[in-house]
């Protein structure tokens, strides 16, 4: 090649060669779009968006929040190094949903489905996979099951528990957040507080695993927070969180999250009985060797306590302090179901039995207006120092599930801490007093033994239970059945005699009084022996512990009445659920309001129920008119329409189950009646005087009753002696 020819192709290949280079830059792919292991860095506005919600949620941390600096554009290296300056979260792009535990299609494979959130490396919603909002959504995925067919809607299936918006107020108005279940909050290292509720925050490494990273200044990682979900049991979970010192100095620290939220109302919102839980073991002065089981009785919060509580923690308080008791467990419950936290056991349950390590404070906070109105809580942890290259471990379990006796009462480690606590059998308020627990447990005990293994029926077993409690009180029911009759017929008798008194005395009521008691003990006639009420009263407890049982069982929940004889009529929702209203003109498919009742449909057993009250008391009270001003008759009057109307009432939303115990408790009270009137027909029951001794005084009655009505007339008479002995007369001069 000539020179001439090397003049002219040089130039012409650098040319060639400066014009690839150029459209390599402009038409090439540029740098890199960062993965979810770089580190993003936000504008300041979005960074205190994502911040300023749980500073205004439940910390009372006045520290300033933490800067990300924009100088860290790589992964920082994991080297022990001494911590420099100012620390900061690195922040993660990803917007992969986590990949969640348990599944709703196969009810032998899992109980729940469990979805999580990177916002605060929580859980985004709870929801059961074998128990269901409704009746009708029961019987649509039972049939469903086992037939095939159409899907139905998977909003069927309880939730027992989701996210929440907390609204928090910025420079640029009012935002939201979303609050997850048992997400984390905060942590405060070396007095830096840094948030952990932004979902940019936490970098998701596995099914239910979460990994957040401190870093300084100089982009050295001083800090790793892990937060790995696992399924434990059908309704227990194990959260596995630690803090791991990647510096060679201690780290001061501080942890918060958020803990068990309030629960979902129940649909009918009967009553509110949302409540706050604590288990706990006794002072080491009361038991040093934590031989005890785990207390939880006489400390709760109704839902309406804790919105009450403001900034004053739910635990602890000065009396659990003056007390001396350790935390166990705290719970969050509803009518049925619960979130509980509680100490990891490990393996062989022999671990501490106390939240100490994780859990020092809990405080709740209410946001929310109206029906929307919750709770959320917060779990402070000890303050901790982490050794150089050291490990916080901040596990715990969390059971999701229902209150259940055979679950809570035979797996662990519900049984080691005592966890059976959670379910209580009790009204709150003004019936808190006389709803007997022990008996309540044993009425459970009794209808779970004739369902299980005698007749295999709820409804069958709540009315033998009728059949033998009315057994246990016929003795007392008869005697006074046979006192009231006979009392009714002596004072009819006696009424020419008193009609003689009030003629005598017409402007001295007191003396009319004294005479009429005075001619009742000549004949005979104790009022104390007529026990009129006694059978009911003795019954009131029961119903009131059964009333309790009823609502809170979740055995009962869901459960139809005469082996669902009634849903075999075009699904006739009457009687198909005993613990909800018995819904005999079908059910509403959102509640309606009614005074101050929710009303889920129109319901036949309280009318029926009131009808035979009104029977009840025409066909058991005795005439006594005679013996009766107008105005006891006027009261005695309006006591009857009270019960017939006040009772049906107050119990129109009541569980169908227990309408089912009374109605037939009732109807087989007239029938007893009937047969013990029979018995009465066939008795002497004339007036007979008092009998007297040799002497010509009158004996008193051998049973107690009569003795004591014959004190009170002897000590009557005595007083009045007395009166009259005191009296003196001054002649008048």
């Given at each position: 090649?000539?020179?001439?020819a ?92 986590p ?31 074998n ?29 027992l ?113 949302r409540?706050?839980r ?32 403001g ?37 062989n ?42 490990t ?14 055979s ?18 059998y ?32 709820w ?8 059949l ?8 007392i ?85 005469f ?6 009529f ?31 449909g ?32 006027s ?99």
């Amino acid at each position: 090649m000539t020179k001439q020819a090397k003049r002219r192709l040089i130039p012409l290949i650098v040319t060639v060669a400066a014009a690839g280079v150029l459209a390599a830059v402009i038409f090439g792919p540029g740098k890199p779009k960062p993965t979810a292991e770089e580190t993003i860095t936000p504008p300041a506005e979005v960074a205190t968006k994502a911040e300023k919600p749980v500073q205004d949620a439940i910390t009372t941390v006045s520290k300033p929040e933490p800067t990300f600096d924009p100088k860290i554009e790589a992964e920082p290296e994991v080297k022990s190094k001494p911590v420099t300056g100012k620390l900061s979260l690195l922040l993660y792009k990803d917007e992969t949903t986590p990949t969640p535990l348990g599944s709703l299609g196969d009810v032998e494979a899992a109980k729940m489905k469990v979805s999580f959130t990177r916002a605060g490396a929580g859980i985004s919603s709870i929801r059961f996979s074998n128990i269901f909002e409704t009746v009708d959504g029961k019987l649509a995925w039972n049939k469903y099951r086992s037939d095939g067919g159409e899907q139905p809607p998977i909003d069927d299936m309880y939730l027992l528990s989701t996210t929440h918006e907390l609204a928090y107020n910025t420079d640029l108005g009012v935002q939201t957040a979303a609050i997850s279940v048992l997400g984390a909050s905060q942590i405060i290292i070396n007095n830096e507080l840094l948030h952990l509720t932004s979902p940019t925050v936490w970098n998701v490494t596995g099914t239910g695993s979460f990994e957040a990273t401190v870093v300084d200044e100089t982009n050295n990682v001083v800090a790793k927070i892990t937060r790995v979900w696992t399924m434990d049991n059908d309704f227990g979970l194990l959260l596995d969180q630690k803090v791991q010192n990647l510096t060679t100095s201690k780290l001061e620290v501080e942890w918060l999250q958020y803990g068990p939220p309030s629960l979902r109302v129940d649909r009918s919102r009967y009553m509110d009985r949302r409540r706050f839980r604590f288990g706990w073991e006794l002072s080491d002065e009361y038991d040093p060797n934590q031989a005890a089981p785990i207390q939880s009785s006489d400390f709760l919060y109704e839902y309406a306590d804790a919105a009450k509580v403001g900034s004053e923690p739910l635990w602890p308080t000065p009396e659990t302090t003056e007390d001396g008791l350790k935390l166990s467990w705290f719970a969050s419950t509803n009518r049925y179901f619960a979130i509980a936290v509680f100490p990891n056991l490990g393996e062989n349950r022999n671990d501490s039995r106390l939240l100490k390590n994780t859990v020092q404070v809990i405080t709740a906070q209410t946001s929310g207006v109206d029906d929307k109105e919750f709770i959320l809580t917060a779990l402070w942890a000890p303050k901790k120092t982490i050794e150089a290259s050291g490990t916080l471990d901040l596990t715990m379990g969390v059971y999701a599930g229902p209150l259940k006796r055979s679950i809570l009462d035979n797996d662990q480690p519900y049984v080691s801490l005592s966890m059976r606590g959670m379910v209580l059998y009790q009204m709150s308020s003004m019936c808190a007093i006389c709803t007997f627990q022990w008996l309540a447990d044993f009425l459970a005990m009794v209808l779970t033994t004739l369902d299980q293994y005698v007749v295999f029926d709820w409804g069958l077993a709540i009315i033998l239970l009728v059949l033998i409690v009315r057994t246990l009180l016929h003795p007392i029911t008869k005697k006074s059945q046979v006192n009231m009759q006979r009392f009714g017929k002596v004072m009819q008798n006696l009424k020419p005699e008193i009609d003689k008194l009030k003629s005598k005395y017409p402007n001295d009521p007191k003396k009319v009084q004294s005479e009429q008691m005075k001619l009742m003990q000549t004949h005979g006639v104790n009022p104390f022996q007529m026990l009129g009420c006694l059978p009911m009263f003795l019954q009131m407890p029961i119903w009131v512990a059964l009333y309790a049982l009823l609502y809170f069982m979740f055995d009962i929940r869901q459960e139809p009445a005469f082996f669902g004889v009634f849903q075999m009529f075009g699904d006739w929702p009457f009687l198909a659920d005993l613990s909800a209203s018995d819904h005999f003109f079908g059910a509403f498919a959102e509640p309606k309001q009614f005074l101050m009742w929710n009303m889920t449909g129109i319901n036949l057993l309280p009318i029926l129920m009131g009808g035979i009250f009104f029977v009840q008391q025409k066909y058991m009270s005795p005439q006594t008119g005679a013996a009766m001003t107008s105005e006891q008759q006027s009261q005695q009057k309006i006591m009857r329409i009270m019960m017939v109307v006040l009772f049906p009432v107050m119990l129109y939303s009541a569980p169908s189950g227990l309408t089912l115990y009374i109605l037939t408790s009732s109807t087989v009270g007239i029938l007893e009646s009937r047969h013990i009137r029979k018995h009465v027909d066939q008795m002497d029951l004339s007036p007979k005087a008092a009998p007297v001794d040799a002497v010509g005084k009158r004996k008193k009655p051998k049973d107690k009753q009569g003795r004591a009505w014959a004190d009170a007339m002897e000590a009557r008479k005595k007083k009045v002696k007395n009166k009259a002995g005191k009296r003196s007369f001054k002649k008048k001069g």
